[in-house]
């Protein structure tokens, strides 16, 4: 985006009122009801009592000491909030008023706002297809705003997009289990051993983004299209009918496959577009996750 400090500025103000609202009148106690609590941390070794759940038996200890004893755990005290965000060259792209960069910095902006609010860390991954910048997990509105300084202020690359580098990198940095929000196009393929190792340690939700006019080819006539990661030009013929059909088909078959793959992984999603605002998904996040928890 390679945007300067004047403009960097007016957007992280805009984006922090949005989100500092949104966060205030609709999310309040949401995002502590759907997360807290998920992350277990252990506390004791107690002796076995009746009722207790033979699967927290701790059979090491048992065989040590000749009776039952069993494992408790405590909620962990405080979460870690990352986000794993795509600053590849197509996020650059968008067709109206805000590019997929932007909504990521939104999203990004929101959620960490909901987490600093509830006492978590709140940590950053940026990647292309190498990591590009790492922001270890911290405290408070500073390091949240810092967050979206960050995605918006990333200098737009034609590097391609590495998912399977980037989640192997966070594992290597954030040991312990943490939320997880992987943002991106997932314009990339051979990442998925690395996504069902990370979706094994944490807790993660898949946030794919696009815009509309990755999905339907406006009838214009022909036109040269870039791809931006390589600079390889292709020349359209969008006035075929035929081949916008082609163009949407493969959007679909992308969209359907990704979708199969986080329910595959038990992985939750957050679809977001730059054509629309995100709030719904969100919440419609938070209304799943709080049915699990109460079913649980």
């Known amino acids: 985006m390679s945007i300067d400090t004047k403009e960097l500025m007016r957007q992280v103000g805009r984006i922090r009122v949005i989100t500092t609202r949104l966060v205030d009148e609709r999310f309040s106690g949401e995002y502590h009801s759907v997360f807290k609590g998920q ?51 197509s996020q650059g792209f968008g067709s109206g008023t805000r590019s ?65 580098g980037a989640l192997r990198f966070l594992n290597n940095v954030q040991k312990r289990k943490a939320v997880v929000f992987l943002i991106s ?48 030009l292709t020349l359209l013929d969008t006035g075929s009918a035929r081949i916008r059909r082609a163009f949407r088909e493969q959007a679909d078959v992308h969209r359907h496959d990704l979708l199969n793959t986080f329910r595959r992984l038990k992985i939750d999603t957050i679809t977001l577009s730059t054509d629309r605002p995100f709030v719904d998904d969100v919440r419609k996040l938070f209304r799943q996750r709080q049915v699990r928890v109460g079913r649980g």
Do not use: Q
């Not at 033979?54 to 004893?69: C, E, K, L, Y």
């Not at 860390?121 to 997990?137: A, M, N, Q, T, Y």
């Open 100 to 164: 997929k960069a932007e909504v990521a910095a939104e999203i990004t902006c929101l959620l960490a706002l909901s987490a600093i609010r509830n006492d978590d860390k709140v940590g950053l991954v940026l990647f292309s297809d190498r990591i590009e910048h790492f922001v270890p997990p911290r405290k408070g509105r500073t390091a949240v705003m810092r967050l979206v300084r960050e995605v918006l202020a990333s200098e737009e690359t034609r590097h391609g997009t590495d998912i399977g």
């Open 39 to 89: 992350g277990i941390e252990f506390d004791e070794v107690r002796e076995y009592i009746a009722g207790d759940d033979v699967r927290s038996i701790d059979w090491n200890v048992t065989a040590r000491m000749g009776h039952p004893f069993v494992k408790r755990f405590s909620e962990e005290r405080e979460l870690t909030v990352m986000f794993v965000v795509d600053i590849s060259g």
């Open 185 to 232: 196009d997932f314009m990339d393929t051979d990442y998925l051993p690395d996504l069902r190792i990370t979706a094994r340690r944490h807790d993660v939700i898949g946030c794919p983004v696009s815009d509309p006019r990755e999905i339907d080819l406006p009838s214009v006539g022909l036109i040269e299209v870039e791809d931006p990661e390589t600079g390889a």
